[in-house]
């Protein structure tokens, strides 16, 4: 299989609509509720809209975002992207040799190659957990000019604790070097504290990062953004974007997405209990030896006398796609990740494990 | 102003919605047919698809290209653009010195300028309306590694003499430079033949760059791809690309509006009309001193006796959005450019003209 299908979920077409039949996809990482209805009750007039080149500057997207994020000071910069990845990819492009904490999202690595950036990675470990290991990585950030790492992270769903975090944002400011927070699943936490972007108004090193991909469930509409009290980064970043990165459709619905909040609410609440009830049923497969605690909407499983390549083929026998974790740098094959969907797909899910006898 | 916004036709915000008035804009180059009904009646099921990521390979969106182009040839590489100015990017980014037919596309400059690669201008003159000085072009790729220029060109609407640009054609490919040909206004020329993808076939030199942006009236859409027989140049640029980079409005679209014969036949049929029209009324006015033959669906207009700028401010004060052109590198503020739009706001322009007294 191609090398670039492998490194992300998501891929319903190779093993799916391509050869005619819908798979359960639990790989992608998108809200259950699906999109959300204020957006879809307003696609004719948004529509409508694409008959324009967007606004060459998004004011009104960037007037949208502030007002989501209660983002009150003028010393906010934001910088809008085609998806996340664009801003990830332009962030990291500024660095020299960049520290990652690993097991992470793929394109860390793929941009840091990408500009010939050297890479030095700070492993969360098994034996604990899977949390950072906060002075590895500001030993490590002696000799880097920057960090990028999730809040939460993906594949694993660990979030950054502030507190131990604090040493490594007051060295980086003092030594002007950049941290990169990718913040992309943080909304399902419900929890806004948990975000840098407070801290990043005294702390001109942050960049975080942020998506309506996962949480407003749609992947399909590319639309990521990054906020920075740092003009220079800002303007560093914009120097290598193209103008209209951003499409109508994105431009225009965050004016309906954003001031949703009957779908925010019942989204946070809705993942969270079908979060427990999924890893309850999961802690009961023989072959799962760990389900680990996730601040994200998926969960990272460890595997016992089975690989991910096994799992990955017997579900997608029976239509069911999910997350090897084989090719993660600082995981190996006996990891999958696991998407929190709706109830009956879950269930679908928990059946279908149940079934598998090794 | 800001210099970005002057950069380009198309911001009817600074002026228009902003400030909660609606303008007549044509200063950007949309086909006035509108978007195709076959997008606008199938939006329900295109939304549907933007909860799941698009195909990282976009594999159905490639045949749809194929099928709209009849490219039979497995030759064929195809690049897809988060809007045609990705791919004008990213092809320049493959180059050290550049040759620029100017006057033309602002972004090509940009773009350049951005990567640091030098820059030699070739200048079409105005004794000569405007046509490609094919021995200057020449002349300049040999001390330059690729050409970049406009069929049409963008802003007087001139198209290639074929049998004029062989030798540069000959010689770009025996000397492997690479020559970077703008198509997005080709379709509303209604000759299949005009196009340089044949040619494309024979010769690996070429990389030729389509949208839907101006022809399909998706400016909002952000969609353009490039085509080669190259598989080098091809392999170059998608190394620079994110994935995920056209999102799923785009990529779905495709599958209607490539296959609505009747809107492309309409378009061609009723812009040409249009034109001759707006071109006969034009020519009576007074301080216009000359109307350029165009290809495309727009027209460059010499002024006497009055600047852009103050055509603009005219017009504006009254609602309509013209095409200043005095930051054209190679014209000067004698010249504005004006799109060919539906009669009534064609005569509209035309009775507002009128009304300037000088």
């Known amino acids: ?21 819908e798979l359960l996809d639990f790989s992608a990482n998108i809200n259950p509720l699906g ?27 960037k ?8 983002l009150e000071s003028s010393k906010y910069e934001i910088i809008l992207g085609n998806g996340a990845a664009e801003i990830i990819d332009l962030s990291l492009s500024l660095l020299k040799k960049v520290c990652i904490a690993v097991p992470s999202f793929g394109e860390y690595r793929t941009s840091a190659l ?82 840098f972007l407070q801290e990043s108004l005294q702390y001109q090193c ?28 800002a303007e560093s970043i914009r120097s290598k974007q193209l103008p209209w990165n951003i499409n109508t459709f994105a431009e225009v619905s965050l004016k309906y997405i954003f001031k949703d909040k009957e779908y925010i609410e019942s989204t946070i609440r809705y993942v969270n209990k079908q979060k427990s009830l999924l890893t309850e049923g999961l802690r009961k497969i023989p072959f799962i030896e760990k389900v680990y605690e996730s601040s ?21 026998q029976r239509g069911i796609l999910v997350r ?15 998407a929190v969907k709706d109830r009956k797909s879950n269930d679908t899910l928990i059946s279908l494990l149940k079934d598998i006898h090794i």
């Open 1 to 21: 299989m191609d090398k670039t299908i492998r490194d992300h979920g998501g891929d319903i077409y190779t093993e799916g609509q391509l050869r005619g039949r």
């Open 35 to 61: 999109i959300p209805k204020s957006f879809k009750e307003n696609i004719k007039s948004i529509l409508e809209s694409a008959v324009n080149y967007p606004d060459l500057k998004y004011r009104e997207a």
């Open 63 to 70: 007037e949208n975002i502030k007002a989501y994020l209660a």
């Open 114 to 195: 990408k500009y010939d950036i050297d890479i030095e990675y700070s492993y969360l470990k098994e034996e604990e957990e899977f949390h950072y290991d906060y002075e590895d990585i500001l030993r490590k950030l002696h000799h880097c000019d920057g960090l990028i790492l999730g809040n939460p992270n993906n594949p694993n769903g660990g979030i950054i604790d502030k507190k131990a975090f604090q040493p490594i944002l007051d060295f980086c400011e003092e030594n002007s070097k950049l941290i990169i927070i990718d913040e992309a699943f943080i909304e399902f936490t419900g929890e806004p504290n948990r975000s």
């Open 206 to 233: 942050l960049i975080v990062i942020r998506a309506v991909t996962k949480f407003f469930a749609l992947p399909g509409i590319r639309f990521g953004y990054g906020i920075t009290t740092n003009s220079k980064v």
């Open 296 to 316: 994200g909407n998926f969960l990272l499983l460890k595997l016992k006398d089975i690989t991910d390549e096994e799992i990955f083929e017997s579900c997608l």
């Open 324 to 338: 090897r974790c084989g090719n993660y740098e600082g995981l190996n094959h006996s990891f999958i990740r696991v």
